[in-house]
């Protein structure tokens, strides 16, 4: 079961039994928290990719390289901030 549908039935499950879903909610955000360090990693590494990629001439299609080239840099420069459901 993927993490989308998992976190949809706890969110589903929570409305009926409150008490029952906390622990595996609380485990599912836990989860989400912690990927987000490997995702700024992610962007760093696609944002590096397009700037290499213009020095050789490939080209990106063009709404992969407008989200890269527009949104992956407010993200690296902390315009964005990342959503935790945990205090770090």
Wanted: net charge positive; charged share 25%.
């Amino acid at each position: 079961m993927n993490y989308i549908k998992e976190l949809d039935r706890i969110i589903a499950c929570k409305r009926k039994n409150p008490t029952s879903c906390s622990r595996r909610f609380y485990q599912l955000t836990k989860l989400l928290d912690s990927v987000q360090p490997i995702a700024r990693e992610l962007h760093q590494f696609t944002f590096d990719l397009l700037i290499k990629s213009h020095m050789v001439s490939v080209d990106f299609p063009e709404m992969m390289a407008e989200i890269i080239s527009v949104q992956v840099p407010k993200i690296l420069s902390g315009k964005v901030k990342p959503i935790y459901f945990h205090t770090q």
